[in-house]
């Protein structure tokens, strides 16, 4: 998943690019529907592929409720 050229957001950056709060992000990581992350540290990095296959999924999930 994570290829070492692979950029990887922070939680404020991923938050800032998808216009989701903090409170938000860590939500929805709690109901198990946020990216997948890894930790680098204590802090938690965001892969690229990990966003695009987050957006993939809302996607399904807005269109099987419209």
Do not use: D
């Not at 216009?19 to 997948?36: C, D, E, M, T, V």
């Not at 996607?59 to 409720?65: D, G, I, K």
Request: hydrophobic residues 30%; glycine residues 6%.
């Amino acid at each position: 998943m994570n290829e070492p050229h692979e950029r990887t957001l922070t939680v404020n950056q991923f938050c800032a690019v998808e216009n989701i709060s903090r409170s938000a992000l860590y939500g929805l990581w709690k109901q198990g529907r946020g990216p997948k992350y890894y930790l680098n540290g204590s802090r938690r990095r965001i892969p690229h592929s990990a966003r695009i296959e987050w957006q993939r999924e809302q996607m399904a999930a807005s269109e099987r409720t419209s």
